[in-house]
């Protein structure tokens, strides 16, 4: 059940006007009251012919009235409105039932505290099978304010209690953390223009985008302009930038004026301080470009810096932060990837960002390595190969998990879900890259004398998961990935043990398809194979070898031993 308030309004009569007019598709049906104050007297307009909107707005304005005339000074915010919608797979409430489930929100609120005569005048309107809709002035009997800081929560949790009084669908608390809902005018007004999305979702996205991209919040406004989005600066009087609001090209009021929306409003981590601070965290040591010169690329030192979130999550600060960064890193892979995936990861940073934030304070400058691989990998010219982009999605649906995890640890519903989902969409990206790469090793396995140790290995070193990796489709294809690595002096039981101690494997949907990625990853710089390097140094070594007459060193051939002879030697 969802009870949404609404923007305080000054027109009761207008309110009443919709609430017993058509609808805007003739979707309002037998518009009457279910409940109201205790002094309610006056005849139901949607019941009696001879009743009329204007004399209920006029009795429910009295208390208004009477304070306007005694004080002189007008109250324009005081009808307060609150629609409450059940689940769309709820059963059928009767009115005797909706009248009790506003008289709970009422009380909830503050509108009309339990036991008090002199509370506000309200009326609740059923007008549909699945909703209703509470009207209230907001000035007492006794013509005080009523106290109505944080109804909003205190309605949430009204109706959580109430789901379950009612044996309705059960939400989620609330934790305000979550982004403002779109109102029926701008969701209306996007219809009207063609637009898929609102404009405070539309701005959020390219807000989010922006992110990865700079250093700093002078860099960030630049950023924005650039991108075309209409930028209000506020400053200071040294110049200093204080806050900022956006607007989206074409958005205009009635007088053609720009509409502009504050950061804080879009999202609530989207406020200048609390970018500024995530921005100064990320903030490099050293030039970008310095960074991307080294033999690793931004994917290989992204999916690095993810190896050790699960190691930063037992400090809550930190692992708000880490949680917070991991969300930059999705949103700049998204940008980076190749087309084919680029949707699933776009869907996954975006329900990632509710994940993002809980009323934990972030230690930001612990999240350094996150950002800073977020920020080299939308600043690097060349797109990843495929083996390691397949290691970073793997190991971002792994973080995700992990995330989910703390969330759910912490009680934070709101983003334990989020984190799911992003990981749901993770997963399919990691399918798809993995495709082409798991086609080219499952038409070159190794021979099957060979695949047998390597099976022997898999038992060795994972023995829990031995038989589930065994079983995997992935497993020719894990087996041609040891292989390989044998081949070039890398022990497959040392990989494995390295690959299921990065990753656990108890979740894993496929454990052969999981070991490949990491093995991929951490296979580019393991432990060398002693035996083979030291066969290989043998064969190269001539100052060994006896001397002709003539005093030249006399050479000889010597046989490189194959990796089926070194494991003889084992």
């Known amino acids: ?127 549909a099978d699945d909703h209703i809709h509470i009207l209230a002035t907001t ?68 807000i989010r985008a922006a992110i990865p991209h700079v250093t700093g919040a002078e860099e960030f406004i630049a950023y924005l302009e650039a991108d075309g989005i209409e930028v209000k600066a506020r400053r200071g009087p040294s110049g200093d930038l204080l806050g900022y609001a956006v607007g989206r090209p074409g958005d205009l009021n009635e007088n053609g004026e720009q509409i502009f929306h504050s950061g804080g409003r879009i999202a609530p981590d989207l406020p200048l301080p609390k970018i500024k601070a995530r921005l100064e965290s990320g903030r490099p040591e050293e030039h970008p470009t310095a960074r991307r010169n080294r033999p690793r690329t931004p994917w290989h030192q992204a999916t ?44 996954a940073s975006k329900a990632f960002a509710r994940a993002q934030r809980s009323q934990i304070r972030a230690e930001d400058r612990a999240a350094q390595a996150l950002r800073s691989a977020a920020r080299d990998i939308v600043h690097t010219a060349t797109g990843p190969d495929g083996s390691a982009l397949a290691a970073l999605l793997a190991a971002l649906v792994w973080s995700a998990i992990v995330a989910r995890r703390w969330h759910e640890a912490k009680n934070h519903a709101h983003q334990a879900e989020a984190a799911r989902q992003a990981a749901q969409h993770l997963q399919t990206a990691v399918d798809r890259a993995l495709a082409p790469t798991l086609a080219e090793l499952t038409v070159r396995p190794p021979r099957e004398q060979a ?74 710089n393991p432990a060398p194979n002693r035996r083979a390097e030291a066969a290989r140094r043998r064969s190269t070594i001539g100052a060994s070898t006896p001397t002709q007459p003539n005093g030249s060193p006399q050479l000889s051939v010597v046989a490189i031993p194959t990796e089926q002879q070194l494991r003889k030697h084992r």
Request: with cysteine; glycine share 6%; hydrophobic share 40%.
């Open 139 to 206: 000035v007492r009997e006794d013509g005080r304010r009523p106290k109505l800081h944080d109804s909003g929560l205190r309605i949430g949790d009204a109706c959580r209690e109430i789901e379950k009084d009612y044996g309705l669908r059960r939400l989620k608390k609330g934790d305000r953390t979550g982004t403002r809902r779109p109102t029926q005018a701008e969701m209306h007004k996007a219809e009207r223009l063609g637009w898929e999305q609102t404009s405070p979702e539309w701005l959020q996205d390219r």
């Open 304 to 347: 690095d810096a993810l190896d050790t979130l699960h190691a930063d999550l037992a400090d809550d600060t930190r692992a708000q932060a880490h949680i917070a960064a991991l969300g930059e890193l999705l949103e700049a892979t998204a940008q980076k990837a190749p087309d084919n995936l680029r949707s699933e990861l776009q869907a």
């Open 451 to 524: 695949r047998g140790d390597l099976a022997n290995d898999v038992r060795a070193a994972v023995p829990d998961h031995a038989e589930r990796i065994l079983a995997d489709p992935a497993w020719p294809a894990l087996a041609t990935v040891l292989a390989d690595a044998e081949a070039r002096g890398h022990p497959p039981h040392q990989l494995l043990k390295e690959a299921a101690t990065q990753r656990e494997l108890t979740t894993a949907r496929q454990p052969a398809r999981v070991l490949i990625t990491r093995i991929q990853h951490t296979g580019r």
């Open 1 to 127: 059940m969802i009870a949404a308030i609404k923007r305080a309004g000054s027109n009761t009569r207008g309110l009443l006007a919709y609430l017993y007019g058509p609808g805007r598709q003739d979707e309002h049906l037998d518009p009457h009251i279910v409940a109201g104050f205790a002094m309610l007297g006056m005849p139901d307009p949607g019941r009696d012919e001879n009743a009329t909107l204007t004399e209920l707005a006029r009795y429910l304005d009295e208390p208004v009235r009477l304070r306007n005339n005694e004080f002189g000074r007008k109250i324009t915010d005081h009808v307060w409105h609150c629609p409450v919608r059940a689940a769309p797979e709820d059963r059928y409430l009767s009115d005797a039932e909706w009248a009790e489930i506003a008289q709970r929100i009422v009380q909830a609120a503050g509108i009309a505290p339990a036991d008090d005569d002199l509370a506000c005048r309200w009326i609740a309107v059923r007008h």
